[in-house]
């Protein structure tokens, strides 16, 4: 079965402290894995997906297959980073995007 | 319209009453989503749409929700005799093909069942 686990319901860091939002997967193939971001009374937008491996706004996420993980990472967090944060996995047959329970990100000043 | 839009942005319905949501895809998108947020419950799928035909309808909870789509556009979700426990924020999305694009998603509808 297509899983997305997001261990922690709520990540609190200081501002320019190194913070890293969790995410591991079950899926049985090569899925395509992506991070969604909601800020406040914003819509759900896309903020990185592993197939383009860029940066965006400095947040960084790579695939680790022998692990099923999908980590995000940016070395020095801002305040404008807090928001809730969802990991996603589409199966390689394309289709739905199953999603993981979500992450709130809240960094303080 | 550039974006995903979805309408009303707010519903108060009445238990037992049947309701309609609204979403209008971007233009030329063929693949559409439906999500359902609920307080502390992430998003949990609902159905897909590829063109007008829905291939995936595994997350619809009850035979009291439909979906549908026509002309490959506009797709109308359709929830009878409302419960208190559909209260929820319903999330549309659309994306260019089904595999390999970016997911566009509204601003939700906030239904809640008094």
């Known amino acids: 079965a297509q899983r997305v686990t997001q261990p922690e319901k709520l990540l609190s860091v200081f501002k320019g402290a190194p913070v890293e939002l969790k995410c591991n997967y079950s899926?049985?193939?090569?899925?395509?894995l992506f991070w969604y971001v909601q800020y406040s009374r914003q819509r759900l937008q896309l903020l990185l997906r592993?197939?383009s491996r860029e940066s965006i706004k400095g947040f960084t996420a790579d695939l680790n297959k022998g692990e099923t993980s999908f980590h995000l990472k940016k070395p020095f967090a801002q305040e404008e980073d807090s928001a809730m944060y969802y990991c996603?996995?589409?199966?390689?047959?394309?289709?739905?995007?199953?999603f993981g329970q979500g992450t709130e990100l809240s960094v303080k000043p | 319209g550039a974006g995903v839009s979805q309408s009303p942005s707010n519903k108060v319905t009445e238990k037992g009453k049947d309701v309609e949501l609204r979403c209008d895809p971007i233009?030329?998108?063929?693949?559409l989503y439906w999500y359902r947020q609920s307080l502390g419950q992430g998003l949990e799928f609902l159905i897909y749409?590829?063109?007008?035909?829905?291939?995936?309808k595994s997350g619809l909870p009850s035979d009291r929700f439909s979906a549908e789509r026509t002309g490959g556009s506009v797709s109308t979700l359709t929830i009878q005799r409302t419960q208190q426990e559909d209260s929820a924020v319903y999330l549309c999305?659309?994306?260019?093909?089904?595999?390999?694009?970016?997911?566009?998603f509204g601003q939700g509808t906030r239904l809640t069942v008094v």
């Open positions: 592993h197939i």
């Open positions: 749409f590829q063109g007008n035909s829905a291939p995936d």
């Open positions: 233009s030329g998108h063929t693949a």
């Open positions: 996603a996995l589409r199966g390689n047959q394309g289709g739905k995007l199953i």
């Open positions: 999305a659309s994306s260019l093909e089904w595999t390999r694009t970016e997911a566009f």
């Open positions: 899926y049985s193939g090569s899925p395509e």
